[in-house]
Nanobody
Framework: QVQLVESGGGLVQPGGSLRLSCAASGSISNFYVMRWYRQVPGKQRELVAGITNGDTTNYAESVKGRFTISRDNAKNTMYLQMNSLKPEDTAVYYC????????WGQGTQVTVSS
């Protein structure tokens, strides 16, 4: 059973940057796709970005040009570089991975506020 652990969340001012990490307890090269989701209270979890094992990426329209997803198979870690952060980016961010099963991390809080 693979465990996913997110880190890197915190409080940042509007316009600032954060880099989230999602560390896996096993090899991520077996995952067909890895994704970042986010959720605010009372709303559905939404897809932020995804990356395949061939490094094809996709992004939600709301984060295109500001967020960058990447993965380092040697470190068994996925990243989300978030720049030009806005208050509406405030959410709990979750990493997700899919092979033959779906795995979720526990989430990390990102708060964008002055």
């Amino acid at each position: 059973q693979v465990q996913l652990v997110e880190s890197g969340g915190g409080l940042v001012q509007p316009g600032g940057s954060l880099r989230l990490s999602c560390a896996a307890s096993g090899s991520i090269s077996n995952f067909y796709v890895m994704r970042w989701y986010r959720q605010v209270p009372g709303k559905q979890r939404e897809l932020v970005a995804g990356i395949t094992n061939g490094d094809t990426t996709n992004y939600a329209e709301s984060v295109k040009g500001r967020f960058t997803i990447s993965r380092d198979n040697a470190k068994n870690t996925m990243y989300l570089q978030m720049n030009s952060l806005k208050p509406e980016d405030t959410a709990v961010y979750y990493c997700n991975a899919f092979s033959h099963l779906v795995y979720w991390g526990q989430g990390t809080q990102v708060t964008v506020s002055s």
